[in-house]
């Protein structure tokens, strides 16, 4: 166990509505990651928060949107959604000062099948 | 831009037999860490190794071992004495320090056999 936390780990919808996705992080942790795993694929990097700010960008679409609360845990919210979002969402978690160990810890992700 | 490209997209080994998967990568940078998770059937994300760019030693976890060529930019992953557990996705995976943004390569599929 990671001590990431996200909900739900399974969802099916139908093109074109919106969902959200939730990722707790470790106790302690102020930093969350989002990756998408599509069929067979490596992870991509989507988008990075750091204590309620967002720090880093990937490849994520406009359709796409995050944010981080106050108490640390983070949304990942998908609208429009077409076919091709279906995927694996990942989000992981890394302690402050995290150029020291360079380690991430991931949730068991969200599978998110869009039909 | 950093790149990670893991060129073998499955690999299998007999139980108890060594295995190599390989891993390349390319940078500008000088400091940064890499690393080799894996993704069983369950598709947790594990760690299994890491290594930092500026150590020359090779890290080792148990059966788990790196060949790490900074020069080359090569980061190879080896299995010893592999075993039916180790079936599973493989990521080789990049950091740079200071950025906590990590880059995966494709991956490689290892499966053990009896």
């Known amino acids: 166990d990671s001590g990431v936390t996200q909900t739900p780990k399974h969802l099916i919808t139908a093109t074109g509505q919106r969902v959200t996705l939730r990722c707790s992080p470790r106790s302690g942790d102020l930093s969350v990651y989002w990756y998408q795993q599509s069929l067979d694929q490596g992870l991509q990097f989507l988008i990075q928060?750091?204590?309620?700010?967002?720090?880093a960008k990937g490849n994520i679409l406009e359709r796409f949107s995050a944010q981080q609360f106050p108490d640390l845990h983070s949304e990942l919210n998908l609208s429009s959604l077409e076919l091709g979002d279906s995927a694996l969402y990942f989000c992981?978690?890394?302690?402050?000062?995290?150029?020291?160990?360079?380690?991430?810890?991931f949730g068991e992700g969200s599978r998110l099948t869009v039909l | 831009a950093q790149t990670v490209t893991q060129s073998q997209p499955e690999m299998s080994v007999q139980e108890a037999e060594t295995v190599t998967l390989s891993c390349t990568y390319d940078?500008?940078?000088?400091?940064?860490?890499l690393f080799w998770y894996k993704q069983p059937p369950s598709r947790q994300m594990i760690l299994v190794i890491r290594q930092e760019a500026y150590k020359q030693q090779n890290a080792t976890e148990n059966r788990f071992s790196v060949n790490f060529q900074k020069a080359a930019k090569s980061f190879s992953l080896k299995i010893s004495d592999s075993q039916l557990g180790d079936t599973a996705m493989y990521f080789c995976?990049?950091?740079?320090?200071?950025?906590?943004?990590?880059?995966f390569g494709t991956g490689t599929r290892l499966q053990v056999f009896p």
């Open positions: 995976a990049f950091m740079a320090y200071n950025t906590d943004k990590l880059i």
């Open positions: 940078t500008s940078e000088n400091n940064y860490y």
């Open positions: 992981a978690s890394s302690a402050p000062g995290t150029g020291v160990t360079g380690e991430l810890f």
């Open positions: 928060y750091y204590n309620g700010e967002e720090r």
